[in-house]
């Protein structure tokens, strides 16, 4: 298949890059704007493959979005392009806006007026979160759950939800939507909670747990997500979501005290911090309807994380460049304290 990957030079979505062109054989051309957080580092391994291209340029920009259709001729848009941390989303939501509601519109528009082989237009998957949902105390939710945001990035990222189903309802655009759980593995920006643990456990940095620590989450290795995203591609219907969650939940205080042990760090390292506003207590996410059209995870909690730290260990290449630039910058803002150098 042709793909235009949006997002496709961050975390997740070089994950699937890599895997489309690996195992499927597809032809994957890239649009990402290159925030702090999509690297072209994250395509070291298959850069020259010829199935690859990568166009620079933002999802908002209509004429990058018709340079990258052009340059890739692609079947179907999978748009992964978004602000990602919740955490940035309380200080500064402006991106969140135009990135989330602006980009994915311009997308839509493009997927719907540039038909490609079908009939209403290029088949179109939008990648979301359970986060759409909010926090749930005891149960699980599905696909029938209401949609309860509670951040900036979720509120953001359930709106672009919305539109997308308004294209396949009105414009009849054969648009599918993917609900993923909290992802880890490798090439993880270090804002969030595993790597940003795995990396300051490494350099004897403190290890800021928010609150008691006892905030729940369904964790998914970014592999396991990457193959959901593209059996929902293949597999499911127009107009439809699916969940993806990942086989183990487990509170961050627990995740933190196993990547000290992981690491050989110090239990005294790890510090309780002033708690995130509005912080979501737990997500738990049924995937029984993504499982009926023939999708496990594969990559238990226990096994995926050793392998996670077993990968920041020895790829010091891809975070230290991280580690000494702007990211100190967002750390001190963030957590009021600096960086080992
Ligand atoms: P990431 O922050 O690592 O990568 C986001 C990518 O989007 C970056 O390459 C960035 O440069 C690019 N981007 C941002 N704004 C853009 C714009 N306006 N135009 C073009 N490119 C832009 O994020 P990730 O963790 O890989 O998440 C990818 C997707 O998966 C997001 O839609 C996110 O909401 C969703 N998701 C993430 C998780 C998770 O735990 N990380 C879980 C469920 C769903
Ligand atoms: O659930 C899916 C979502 O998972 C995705 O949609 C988001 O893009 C992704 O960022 C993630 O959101 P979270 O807010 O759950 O992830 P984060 O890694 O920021 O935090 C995980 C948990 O760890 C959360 O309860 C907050 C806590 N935490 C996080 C950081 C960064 C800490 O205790 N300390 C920290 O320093």
Known sequence: MRLLVCGGAGFIGSTFARLRLREQGDQVTVLDKLTYA????????FAEDPGFRFVRGAIEDPQAV???IEAGAPEAIVNFAAETH????????????????????VLLEAARTLKGTGEHGLRYLQVSTDEVYGSIEVGTFTEESPLRPSSPYSATKTGADLLVQSYFHTYGLPAVICRGSNNYGPYQYPEKLIPLMILNALRGDPLPVYGDGMQVRNWIHSTDFARAIGHVLEH????EVYNAGGPDEEANITVVRRIVELTGAAESQIEHVTDRPGHDRRYSLSSEKVRALGWAPQVRFSDGLAQTVAWYRENGW??????????RAYYERQYGRSLQP
């Open 38 to 45: 999509g690297r072209e580092e994250n395509f070291h391994d």
């Open 66 to 68: 018709a340079a990258a």
């Open 86 to 105: 919740v955490d940035r989303s309380i200080a500064e939501p402006d991106a969140f806006v135009s990135t989330h509601a602006l980009g994915t519109y």
């Open 236 to 239: 499911g219907a127009p107009g």
């Open 318 to 327: 891809w975070w230290e460049p991280i580690r000494s630039g702007e990211y």
